[in-house]
């Protein structure tokens, strides 16, 4: 079966959580929402994923259906203490980010008129000081990967690195994904890489879309395909509403 863009983003975001073990998987974005459920499917069982609310679900709930078996409560001081002692994988959003990580939902232009207002900060700083935090975004463009964001929401590695082990010791940023490719921050000085293409993708194409020099160490993979039960578990089981062509489209 041939797989479309989004399901080849679903997979590359369910890979994000490969090894993470009973943790527990957050995502915002349908594509790393399925992700999350479909590594709990698959190769990572004991990820904890909810209903999208408080609640704490026995399976991983398909879009627009209803919970299920619920094996536990999550209130939201108990959410909190997860992200406070690194026992939750969040894949956020970013409206900006650049190459060491550093991440803005809260506002584009200058601080004291910005052209856009956007969520605020959030949780972002807690989360990428706290917990394990990848990001995913749909729409890989210049304006999202930028030589410098207008503000810092979620904390990348060269601004932990500079505010010390308060901040670095617990610091960690997963993988980035995109609808053309996957990077991560597996370099020396924690700069941003590109790991694989989707494929129809070529590298000149993500350089392109990217407002800085990635590190391309080689020759770029493509992004794995899913496979046969990723697909069914994918259209027939997680998403039979073919939600995530909405968020990516063919």
Known sequence: MSATRAEICVVACAEAW?????????????????????????????????????????????????????????????HLWLVQNGRRHVMMGASQIDRYGNSNISAVGAWERPTSQLLGVRGAPGNTICNPTSYWIPRHS???????????????????????????????LGRVVTDLGVFDFGTADGAMRLLSTHPGVTVEQVAAATGFDLVIDGDVPETRQPTDEELRLIREVLDPRSLRDREVRA
């Open 142 to 172: 210049t304006r999202v990967f930028v030589p410098k964001v207008d503000m810092v929401s979620g904390v990348g590695y060269d601004r932990a690195a500079e505010l010390g082990p308060a901040a670095s010791r617990f610091h960690g």
């Open 18 to 78: 490969r090894g993470d073990g009973e943790i527990l998987a957050a995502a915002m974005g349908t594509c790393s929402i399925l992700g999350a459920r479909l590594a709990r499917l698959t190769f990572e069982p004991g990820l904890l994923t909810t209903d999208g609310g408080a609640m704490l679900t026995a399976e991983p709930v398909p879009f627009g259906a209803p919970a299920g078996p619920v094996e536990g409560w999550m209130p939201f001081r108990d």
